[in-house]
């Protein structure tokens, strides 16, 4: 899944557009590395590293959305590691 639609889809950007300018600014690592691909492949077990606030949020994929579906939804996608 391209790592634009997964933010979307878990609720942690508002639209494609925001996530696109994220990941093309720098602001988005999985597994440790920068991503500057909007269409970079994410999978379970990635770690995502990102921007929420005025502080960092550092996240693990368990599952893949389908959709964007309600905040309950999307939090059982993922795990929340650390947040700065």
């Not at 925001?18 to 988005?28: L, N």
């Amino acid at each position: 899944m391209r790592i634009d639609l997964l933010l979307v889809r878990l609720r942690l950007a508002k639209s494609r557009a925001i996530a696109k300018r994220w990941v093309e600014d720098g602001h988005i690592r999985c597994n440790r590395l920068r991503v500057t691909c909007a269409s970079q492949a994410v999978s379970v077990r990635d770690v995502l590293t990102l921007p929420i606030g005025e502080g960092v949020r550092v996240i693990e994929i368990l599952a893949l959305p389908e959709r964007r579906g309600p905040a309950a939804e999307a939090l059982a996608h993922y795990q929340v590691l650390d947040a700065a």
